[in-house]
Each structure stands twice: as C-alpha cells, then as structure tokens.
C-alpha cells in the first residue's frame, strides 16, 4: 500500500514537471498558429493523470495546469488573448468583475479536464475496447478544456474578445468562437486522444503489474 502511494504521487510530481516544462519551454506547450489562437498540449498530462491516477489528481493537476496558465499570460503574456486570463490586468483597468472571470477560465475548465476523462474511461471500459475507452477519454478532456474555455470567453468577455478580433467577428464573435472549436479544437482533441491513450495504455499495465 505504501509503495502504491508513493508511485502515485511520484507520477503525480513527474507529470507536474511536464506541465510547467511544457508551459514555459517555448513552442512546445503552446504552438502559435497566429496572434490570437495558440494550439496547446499541455493538458495531456493532465489528461493521463485523470486516467491513470483518478479524478482527485487529474483534478490537481489540471488546477496545476491553471496555474501555469496564470503565470504565463499575467507575467509573459506573449499572445493577444493573454487578458483572458490575465487578472492583474483587469484590476489595473478598473474592472474587478473581469479578475474574477479570468480567473474562472484560469482554472475551472483545466481542472474539470483533470476530472471527466476518468470517469469517462470508466465508464467505458467495459463496454467498448480498451484502446477505444483511452481514445474517448483523450477527446473528452481536450474537448472539455476547449470548449469551456472559448465558451467562457465568449460569456464572460465577448465585447472585449468582438473588439480583439475586429474583422474576424464580423459574423458574430460565437460563430468565430464554434469556427475555432471545430478547426483548433478538434485537432488538439486528436492529437492529445492519440498521446493520451498511448502513454496512459503504457501506465496502467505496469499498474497492473504491480
């Protein structure tokens, strides 16, 4: 029992590690395709976490994944969308309301992309081949992160985000938004299915040695 507990918060510490080494090692966490949208895969670990290691931990690792998230775009803000998660910068305008919502899209859907995937990979385990429950799981966690996060922009900071986008928005900045998830998102949710469930599928069998 406690060699189990200490492996799982060494994997816990080790997917940590990538989380940060990801975040602030330029061009691998974050890829920027163009000055607004930056295609991540940082939320794999968070994602094999949540898989491998249970809800609680992939929830933990997804607010460590937030928390990168306000480090980077509060401290070396590199892209136009930096101020949606950017707190200091809205308190220094003025607009207190506008902390609090970066703050939400800081954390609420990184953690929750911690969360769903285990239970989806429960879920489906059983019912489906395993290779294509740790797939569904990898799609679920990235399409929750993705999602949420352009969602919450959209409530939260439409007129600032219609404003940034200029002529982009000029069908509606929720058409850019749905535009984005299935272009953007969906690739990320392909790439991060396919690493998810391969390094995941490698870590529950020495589990299971165990």
């Known amino acids: 029992m406690k060699n189990s507990a200490l492996s799982e918060y060494v ?8 989380i940060f080494l990801l975040t602030f090692v330029p061009n691998i966490g974050y890829i920027p395709i163009n000055p607004v949208i930056n295609v991540t895969i940082i939320h794999v670990p968070v994602i094999i976490g949540s ?33 949606v998660f950017n ?15 970066a703050l939400v899209i800081c954390f609420v859907p990184r953690i929750l992309a911690g969360v769903f995937p285990y239970y989806v990979y429960t879920a489906l385990k059983k019912k489906i081949t395993n290779v294509g429950a740790l797939l569904t799981a ?30 982009k928005a000029a069908n509606g900045v929720f ?16 790439v991060a299915a396919i690493l998810s469930a391969t390094v995941a599928k490698a870590l529950l069998v020495m589990k299971k040695r165990s």
Request: glycine residues 12%.
């Open 11 to 18: 994997k816990t510490a080790l997917l940590t590690a990538i």
């Open 51 to 83: 898989i491998v290691l249970g809800s609680k931990k992939g929830a933990f690792l997804g607010f460590m994944f937030g928390i990168t998230s306000f480090i980077k775009n509060t401290f070396f803000s590199t892209s136009a969308m930096s101020f």
């Open 175 to 190: 058409a850019f938004i749905g535009a984005t998830i299935l272009t953007n998102g969906l690739a990320e949710a392909a």
């Open 138 to 167: 990898g799609v679920a966690g990235s399409m929750t992160n993705t999602i949420l996060v352009m969602g919450l922009i959209g409530i939260l900071f439409k007129n600032e985000y219609t404003q940034m986008l200029g002529e």
């Open 87 to 101: 707190p200091l910068f809205h308190i220094s305008t003025g607009y207190y309301a506008g902390a609090l919502y």
